[in-house]
């Protein structure tokens, strides 16, 4: 018999398939005494399990494609070269042998002493290592006992055509297994705008999230439907569903076909006014989506996924390659380069965090906040970015600015950075323009003040929210109260928009509102005149944009700001949507 379950729609769109469950529990290693008779046993066993960890490897690094700007294969070489250290190819069977204890407990005592060492080591490269002796442990553990785990672990045979049910998944494990090419995602934890749910929109993958208690429901191998656009997943459908449901993939198949007339278009409302529509990346390689939608400049660029899947961080040279890719593919259209936003739930791996997690990580060390203690990680992007401004239309994107001080320290690096350029006669452009997002409500609420430091602003709504909501964006217990069509989230927005045109100064929105099919007029309504979404989006957005007649709007966007009820809010929109 089928059965529904009820989460969030976090990516639109259609996925039948076989379900592929991701575990991600940590189970308690006990010690247990070997009969000196099973030692050699025990011994084998161990000596199976590393095996089998440098076979899983070598298969997912085989398979990773090259041409990825994520450098997967570096990574697991690093731990393919662990897995063939006497540390623990030999000094764990000395322990099994000696104490006549099981390979799982010979294996965590083991890695306790390897991780002692590396702490106390005083270079912050070497110290790090120690979360690499750790994956490589856990990897081995978990192959004793007879887990399967996570996705580079698995490998894309696992991956290829399946939807996958987790706990959660990182931005990082999302990203590789796009790679491997499953068709969907659901997950019990999450929210419609963590980064693993705009990752999925932006891929185009379909994606449900918050899916409480799904794995009591699903086992591996059922067959299951999501349907992204109704927050729901069907569990084993019968035969008409499945029949229902590959009739909708084919219509929503022809629906995109039929945007596709807008493709050319030029953005303009019907009475006429010019609109800048952009689109949001990623990767470098989402150029192609961009391309296919007839995207021609990119108003955000999500950086900080170059640091993911790999050690150590991007080089200079790293960063540079990539970001000329993406004005190469441009051929001289506009991209808004925003230095890396990592921290809250963008760790670089979920299993690795940098720092000790602290206890209210979106309020903590995260974006320019991180940029500006570890100039280490910060100076290299912004030489790259300075030196890709040679090349094209660059401009320079600061996230999560809350005050001057940040403002005026991050300027100062960039004239250094600039002064260390121009000692060794490497070209730049010292006009690029500077910009900042306004994510945070401060920021907001004071774009006039801040207006002479900065060349434009782009709104953030997805942080936006979470901060004058006071709610996490990536808890699923709180999601109920994520509205961005509270007046609070609205007032803001139209005060900035206010303050921003006043001071002549540009500003788009980049957020996920902005490529929201409800909310484009609303905001064309509160004076919005450029917007940046994902590719999925894109060509709707067009679409809309160029059916709209701005006469009218702004009395009915106004009246929508001077309402609490939810109600009237509602009404209000579907009329400017009518
Ligand atoms: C935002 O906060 O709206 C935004 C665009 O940044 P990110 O989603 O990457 O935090
Ligand atoms: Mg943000």
């Known amino acids: 018999m089928s059965l529904t379950l009820h989460g969030i729609g976090a990516s639109k769109g259609i996925a039948i398939g076989k379900v592929h469950v991701l575990n991600h529990e940590d189970v308690e290693i006990t010690e247990y005494c070997v009969p000196k008779q099973h030692l050699d046993d025990e011994v084998t066993r161990f000596r199976n399990a590393l095996a089998i960890a440098q076979e899983q490897l070598r298969r997912v690094r085989d398979k990773t494609p090259k041409n990825k700007s994520v450098d997967i294969a570096a990574f697991i070489e690093v731990h393919l070269m662990m897995l063939d250290d006497s540390m623990l190819t030999i000094a764990p069977i000395e322990l099994i042998r000696t104490h006549q204890c099981n390979a799982e407990w010979a294996l965590k005592t083991q890695c306790s002493s390897i991780v002692q060492v590396f702490e106390q080591m005083d270079d912050p490269y070497l110290s790090a290592r120690k979360n690499d002796i750790e994956q490589v442990v856990a990897r081995v553990q978990r192959i004793l006992r007879g887990f399967i785990q996570s996705p580079a672990e698995m490998g894309e045979e696992y991956f290829n055509h399946a939807i996958v049910l987790a706990e959660d998944l990182s931005p990082a494990d999302t990203v590789l297994m796009q790679h491997y090419g499953i068709l969907g995602f659901a997950t019990e934890y999450g929210g419609a705008t963590s980064h693993t749910a705009i990752l999925a929109r932006s891929l185009g993958i379909p994606a449900i999230v918050g899916l409480r208690r799904a794995r009591s429901y699903i086992r591996p191998d059922d067959i299951i439907i999501i349907d992204g656009s109704q927050h729901v997943v069907i569990v084993e459908p019968n035969e008409p569903i499945l029949n229902y449901y590959r009739q909708r993939q084919r219509d929503e198949k022809r629906q995109r076909a039929a945007l596709g ?318």
């Open 261 to 578: 007339k807008f493709r050319t278009a030029p953005v303009v409302t019907r009475d006429g006014t010019p609109i800048t529509l952009q689109v949001n990346i990623e990767f470098p390689e989402d150029m192609d989506a961009v391309k296919r939608v007839g995207g021609e400049g990119i108003g955000l660029y999500r950086t900080e996924f170059l640091f993911m899947n790999r050690d150590p961080p991007p080089t200079e040279e790293e960063h540079l390659d990539a970001y000329l890719q993406v004005l190469r593919a441009l051929k001289g259209g506009p991209v808004t380069i925003r230095t890396l936003d990592l921290g809250a739930d963008k760790q670089i791996d979920s299993k690795r965090p940098e720092k000790p997690v602290a206890s209210n990580p979106a309020l903590g060390l995260r974006a320019i906040r991180l940029c500006l203690k570890e100039p280490k990680l910060f100076k290299p992007q912004l030489r790259a970015i300075l030196r890709a401004s040679a090349h094209g239309q660059v401009r320079l994107l600061i996230p999560m600015v809350s005050g001057l001080q940040e403002l005026v320290q991050v300027r100062k690096m960039v004239a250094e950075v600039q002064t260390e350029l121009n000692q060794k006669a490497i070209p730049f452009n010292p006009q690029m323009p500077f910009g900042i997002m306004v994510e945070v409500p401060a920021m907001a609420i004071c774009v006039d003040l801040f207006a002479p430091y900065v060349d434009f602003f782009s709104i953030g709504t997805n942080d936006l929210i979470q901060y004058t909501l006071a709610l996490d964006r990536i808890d699923n217990t709180v999601n109920y109260l994520y509205d961005p069509l509270h007046p609070a989230v609205l007032r803001l927005i139209k005060i900035s928009i206010e303050a921003a045109n006043h001071a002549n100064k540009s500003i788009s929105m980049c957020g996920e509102m902005a490529s929201d099919s409800r909310y484009i007029r609303l905001l064309l309504g509160l004076g919005l005149r450029s917007f940046s979404v994902h590719p999925e989006a894109f060509l709707e957005a067009k679409k809309i944009i160029n059916n709209t007649d701005l006469t009218g709007l702004a009395p009915l966007a106004t009246q929508v700001v001077k309402t609490c009820s939810p109600g009237e809010i509602s009404r209000l929109v579907e009329t400017i949507n009518a």
